[in-house]
């Protein structure tokens, strides 16, 4: 009864573990989630479904990228700024200057930098039964990234790879239910927050619930540039920051958010290998 009854507990044991709840699983005295950052990432990059229904048991992570999740960053200041400037991009576009420091915490009176770096997507406008054909064009008017300015996350990304800072990283924001109604003040700095740009269309919700998204959900350029952000904001960190959909560090908890819908994570991290890589060889 015994060997029998070893192999149901410990298969048991194993379906909570991949099973967590990232809201418990945080441990308040350090103020960041349990595990290493590859566990991290695994448990806060699930796949979020339609509604906000997180159904993974843990994320799909390319081997490579969970390696370098716990290496140096490996690129100086002077290959980081030289391709920056060959692309013709400026400080506004990635959330500030790389020589800044990123935005902080205070745990047991020392400064402890940010840990995560939440992707969200803004879920609107909203349409009524069917996309615009020109989503990914200039023409879309949602593309203007002047048309994006309210101060609830440090930097909106359009669906043409366009991006505009509305806080500098190094300004502490907090911008999910977690932070705003569980760690409250203490961890203003401790995430940091991208918006992308993605329309909704609400049946079968409403125009105040919109869950259906495009697809694919983002655009190759979105990636791209959502890759390069990640990059410099770890850089400015010293070392990789975790990333994280807002839909899983708000789960369980109410009037949680479904967002970001249809988002491919390997798209995401073959654009961060890549772009190291051209960094690199700068």
Known sequence: MKNLLFPILFAFNILIIQAQIPSEEFDKTKMEYKGSKSMQAKMLMRHV??????????????????????????????????????????????????????????????????????????????????????I??????????????KKVTHVYLTRTGKSKTVADFSEGLRATKFELKILGVPSRGLYVHIELVQPRVYPPGNIKNAPVAPKPGFTNAQYEKLALLYICSSFRKGEWLVPAFHANIDQNLNDSHDDPQNFETQKFTDNVLKILLEIKKT
């Open 49 to 134: 479904d339609i509604w906000g229904k997180i159904n993974e048991k843990e994320a799909k992570l390319d081997v490579t990228y969970l390696e370098l999740l716990n290496s140096s960053i490996g690129i100086t200041k002077e290959q980081l700024q030289k391709h920056l400037h060959s692309k013709n991009i400026t400080n506004n576009e990635i959330g500030g200057d790389i020589n800044s420091p990123i935005s902080h915490i205070i745990v047991g009176n020392k400064k402890v930098f940010a840990k995560y770096f939440v992707i969200h997507d803004v879920s609107s406008p909203v349409y009524k039964t069917d996309f615009p054909t020109n």
């Open 136 to 149: 990914n064009d200039e023409s879309w008017s949602f593309n203007n990234v002047n048309k994006w300015s």
